[in-house]
């Protein structure tokens, strides 16, 4: 499976590592192993790395499928970061299927400004809310 989840419990995040050849079953198989992962909590926000994906297999139909999935709590933040046009036009259907859900997704080019947003994000919009 070329997707690698590492859990980070000190900041409260998931890491899905992908690389080389991404498919529909590769998502299928991670959202059904992830409650079985040692040491994920239902809170813990998720950073999809997909920068190291050589080639894109996932469909209309199966981002379709798999935005519904709800894998853990109730709000969870998503950060997905992308290098292709491809996979970010991918990345923002998915975010578009998943606004009416729980949570929040979010895409991004860069990994360092995904990491901002999931530890800043929410502080600072609250901050300017109260403005």
Not at 32 to 38: A, F, G, Q, V, Y
Not at 44 to 59: G, K, N, P, Q, S
Not at 126 to 131: G, I, N, V, Y
Request: charged share 30%.
């Amino acid at each position: 499976m070329p997707v690698h989840i590492r859990v980070d419990a000190s900041r409260k995040l998931v890491e899905f590592l992908c690389y080389g050849t991404l498919t529909d079953d590769d998502v299928r198989n991670v959202a059904r192993s992830i409650r079985e992962t040692p040491g994920i909590q239902p809170e813990f926000d998720h950073l999809v790395d997909t920068l190291a994906v050589d080639e894109i297999l996932l469909t209309t139909a199966g981002v379709q499928e798999y935005s519904q999935y709800d894998l853990l709590g109730d709000y969870v933040r998503r950060a997905v970061v992308v290098k292709s046009d491809h996979l970010y036009g991918i990345a923002r259907m998915f975010e578009q299927l998943r606004e009416d859900r729980q949570g929040e997704t979010r895409v991004f080019r860069s990994l360092v400004e995904a990491l901002d947003w999931l530890e800043f994000g929410s502080r600072r919009e609250s901050q300017e809310t109260l403005r």
